[in-house]
Nanobody
Framework: VQLVESGGGSAQAGESLRLSCSAS????????MAWFRQIQGKQREYVAA???????KYSDSVRGRFSASLDNAKNTRYLQMNSLKPEDSATYYC??????????????????WGQGTQVTVSS
């Protein structure tokens, strides 16, 4: 599975950005796509996940501000990031795994990764 990310960039605090993650065609009809973020020198942090049925899960730090969605026809998932804060600044990665998203929140659960995209939020 190949993942291609787009979106990200720079924003002021309180503004919004949207990330996209497109997956190459896969024979799996049940899979989980997640978003992680990483600041240099720190561990990769779970942000959100969305299953093929559209169910979502979020970390406490972004719940209520970020929203994941999907377009199955395009094999693309989106992460809408609203009310951005400077502490949201990081490199964001999408990740893929076969199966359900439930309880899968660590990087080792996911076998395929996008190239990463930088998000910078200034105050």
């Amino acid at each position: 599975v190949q993942l291609v990310e787009s979106g990200g960039g720079s924003a002021q605090a309180g503004e919004s950005l949207r990330l996209s993650c497109s997956a190459s065609q896969t024979s799996y009809n049940n899979f989980c796509m997640a978003w992680f973020r990483q600041i240099q020198g720190k561990q990769r942090e779970y942000v959100a996940a969305i299953a093929t049925d559209g169910s979502t899960k979020y970390s406490d730090s972004v719940r209520g501000r970020f929203s994941a969605s999907l377009d199955n026809a395009k094999n693309t998932r989106y992460l809408q990031m609203n009310s951005l804060k400077p502490e949201d600044s990081a490199t964001y990665y999408c990740a893929w795994m076969a199966g359900a998203c439930y309880s899968k929140t660590v990087p080792d659960d996911f076998g395929f990764w996008g190239q990463g995209t930088q998000v910078t939020v200034s105050s």
